[in-house]
């Protein structure tokens, strides 16, 4: 949202009060937001890692490392993902995000707020970036074994629809509480119906590694966009999707359902060159990172600003963008509830950030605290 002259006043962590005057002295961080650009902290709720560090390899450091590499891009909370790979790996991953989230605090960046599982329980021709050897069936026993490893704290995962027992994992975890997402997947436009009405509720980065539209087979991203229900990951880099697409997507789904993420990797803001992640071979090169075998794309190079500033430039309000960096991405993991945030509203949690006219980010304030302050 954009304020002027006016006042925003956090007490113990929440806003407590927006008005045109400052609210006294000792009343916690007030924030006078004369001729400035406020907006709530941005939600990135699918990232992989970034600058060197890989989510699955990850230390309880290193995720905390993340979340502090993440204040200066304007994000105040997070959902660290992985992709497919063994049990055992996913296991230990869960531990480290139980740790992280746990020792986190505003002190250490962004706030850390579960685990997204974006594999194992994909299709293979559609596999993206994922390791093929590490792509399996649906599992509800495996679930069970992740959500107590990581305490509660898988909030998200990506389940092909049309596979072997899929529909009666995305019922189990939708009953668990767990937000299911449809992506790498061949699902047709019924498939994609029938995992919708057991409880799937959100797009795995529309139209990328989904069954291609036809007009004789919508799909997968069709039955997804046109259905009011679901939420809509966008990656809006201009590289996976063109900016048209972009704007295809949020003009049929709207900005109340559309999720901007970043999907970046380990490689992600590093210079051009030849890197290895996990035994895979990613060129990087002028900024786009890809699988050396095969050309296809790894992850992008965006931070969740520069998703802002993007879909800003095709001509959507500040309060839209702001709205699909913040307040969408919140709802759709329903940390509205949980967490209160992704809103500039009294009872909310104090998680802002400023920006100057070309919406590069100034400060950001988690919990009331200012964490990031541009030189």
């Not at 502090?68 to 480290?96: I, M, N, Q, W």
């Not at 436009?189 to 990328?208: C, P, V």
Request: with cysteine.
């Amino acid at each position: 949202m954009r304020i002027k002259e006016a006042y925003i006043v956090i007490e113990r962590g929440r806003i407590k009060r927006i008005g045109r005057e400052p609210y006294g002295e000792g009343s916690g961080y007030q924030l006078n937001c004369e001729g400035l650009v406020v907006s709530p902290g941005y939600i990135d709720t699918h990232i992989h890692g970034l600058e060197g560090i890989d989510v699955l390899e990850a230390t309880c450091d290193d995720i905390l490392e993340l979340g502090y590499k993440l204040v200066e891009h304007g994000v105040t909370s997070f959902l660290p993902t992985v992709a497919a790979a063994p049990h055992e790996d996913l296991l230990r991953v869960c531990r480290t995000v139980r740790e992280a989230h746990e020792s986190w605090n505003y002190k250490r960046g962004a706030r850390v707020l579960g685990l997204y599982l974006e594999g194992p329980y994909v299709n293979p021709v559609k596999r993206g970036g994922q390791d093929e050897r590490f792509i399996r069936g649906p599992s509800i026993k495996e679930l069970e074994d992740y959500i107590r490893a990581s305490g509660g704290l898988v909030r998200q995962i990506t389940i092909a629809p049309e596979l072997e027992g899929a529909l009666d994992l995305i019922s189990y975890a939708s009953s668990r509480g767990i937000v299911v997402c449809i992506g790498h997947t061949m699902a047709t436009y019924d498939e994609t119906m029938l995992a919708i009405a057991a409880g799937a509720r959100k797009a795995t980065h529309i139209f990328n590694t989904m069954r291609s539209f036809h007009h004789r087979e919508p799909g997968v991203a069709l039955a997804l966009l046109l259905s009011p229900s679901t939420f809509i990951e966008v990656n809006a880099d201009f590289v996976h999707l063109h900016p048209a697409t972009v704007r295809f997507a949020i003009s049929l789904a709207g900005p109340d359902r559309v999720v901007l993420i970043t999907d970046t990797s380990k490689v992600a803001r590093l210079p051009d060159g030849e890197y290895v992640v996990r035994g895979m071979r990613i060129i990087v090169k002028e900024g786009i990172p890809r699988l050396a075998e095969s050309g296809v794309l790894y992850g992008s190079f965006i931070t969740l600003d520069d998703a802002v500033r993007n879909v800003h430039s095709l001509g959507y309000s500040l309060e839209e963008c702001f709205t699909m960096a913040s307040y969408t991405p919140s709802r759709s993991i329903e940390a509205d509830v949980r967490e209160k945030i992704g809103l500039i509203a009294p009872g909310w949690r104090g998680d802002l950030i400023v920006l100057d006219e070309r919406l590069r980010v100034v400060k950001t304030i988690i919990d009331g605290n200012l964490v990031y302050e541009r030189d």
